[in-house]
């Protein structure tokens, strides 16, 4: 299949920084995006969806200004977590859905990134 | 919100034998179910999409099956080697407008001991 390489693998902050996730889809290109975040022990919970050149749709309860979106190419989408606070401490993932030819339609993870917010 | 459920939450299977765990799901506002395989530090890997009631999948040793009117997807492992040792993810697509936003239950972890 397809790779999404998603960066960093983890990372630790202290409360009141920014953290910037990557989600970059090596070879297709993805109009949309999407971004899950998974706390111990619970599911895999979709949070926003990512559309280039376009806002960001985000599922209830997920605040946009503490969750910015970025998807200015059709190969790469960020999530920063403003002003990370522990409680923000969690496995964040990103999937691609592909545009056009070969994976069109088909959806494609990233490795995902741990954050830890001390 | 689709309620998606999975189980059991793990279990330990001996190499060389078969199983099977259950994806639940509420049959209404269905569209899709998909099936993924996650090793830790990897991507989950996709290995079925099913939307009609019935179908039966196969790749490998790995199959499943889908009956949307009651609300239910098996996964089965012939046949189980170490490399099987995984989480099993199910997860459901409401609609086609919702194509990509994938509601996941939490998972089957299997272990293969040799």
Request: proline share 4%; hydrophobic share 30%; charged share 20%.
């Given at each position: 299949g397809a790779v999404v390489s998603q960066h960093p693998s983890w990372v630790i902050c202290k409360s009141g920084t920014s953290v910037k996730i990557e989600c970059r889809s090596l070879d297709f290109q993805a109009t949309t995006m999407f971004w899950y975040r998974q706390f111990p022990k619970q599911s895999l919970m979709l949070m926003a969806t990512s559309n280039e050149g376009s806002k960001a749709t985000y599922e209830q309860g997920v605040e946009k200004d503490k969750f910015l979106i970025n998807?200015?190419?059709?190969?790469l989408s960020t999530l920063t977590v403003t002003s990370?606070?522990?409680?923000?401490s969690s496995f964040y993932i990103c999937s691609a859905r592909g545009?056009?030819?070969?994976?069109?339609?088909e959806l494609f993870f990233g490795e995902g990134s741990r954050l830890t917010v001390l | 919100i689709l309620n998606v459920e999975q189980s059991p939450q793990s279990l330990h299977v001996q190499e060389g034998d078969s199983t099977n765990f259950t994806c639940s799901f509420p049959s209404s506002n269905f569209y899709a179910l998909h099936w993924y395989r996650w090793e830790t530090a990897k991507s989950p890997e996709a290995l079925f999409v099913m939307t009609l009631n019935g179908d039966e999948k196969k790749k490998g040793r790995i199959s499943a099956t889908l009956n949307t009117k009651e609300g239910y997807s098996y996964l089965y492992i012939k046949?189980?080697?170490?490399?099987?040792?995984a989480t099993y993810l199910c997860a459901c697509t409401p609609g086609t407008d919702s194509w990509g936003k994938l509601q996941f239950g939490a998972g089957t972890q299997v272990v293969v001991t040799p």
């Amino acid at each position: 299949g397809a790779v999404v390489s998603q960066h960093p693998s983890w990372v630790i902050c202290k409360s009141g920084t920014s953290v910037k996730i990557e989600c970059r889809s090596l070879d297709f290109q993805a109009t949309t995006m999407f971004w899950y975040r998974q706390f111990p022990k619970q599911s895999l919970m979709l949070m926003a969806t990512s559309n280039e050149g376009s806002k960001a749709t985000y599922e209830q309860g997920v605040e946009k200004d503490k969750f910015l979106i970025n998807h200015a190419s059709l190969t790469l989408s960020t999530l920063t977590v403003t002003s990370a606070h522990p409680e923000d401490s969690s496995f964040y993932i990103c999937s691609a859905r592909g545009t056009g030819g070969r994976w069109r339609g088909e959806l494609f993870f990233g490795e995902g990134s741990r954050l830890t917010v001390l | 919100i689709l309620n998606v459920e999975q189980s059991p939450q793990s279990l330990h299977v001996q190499e060389g034998d078969s199983t099977n765990f259950t994806c639940s799901f509420p049959s209404s506002n269905f569209y899709a179910l998909h099936w993924y395989r996650w090793e830790t530090a990897k991507s989950p890997e996709a290995l079925f999409v099913m939307t009609l009631n019935g179908d039966e999948k196969k790749k490998g040793r790995i199959s499943a099956t889908l009956n949307t009117k009651e609300g239910y997807s098996y996964l089965y492992i012939k046949g189980s080697q170490p490399e099987d040792s995984a989480t099993y993810l199910c997860a459901c697509t409401p609609g086609t407008d919702s194509w990509g936003k994938l509601q996941f239950g939490a998972g089957t972890q299997v272990v293969v001991t040799p």
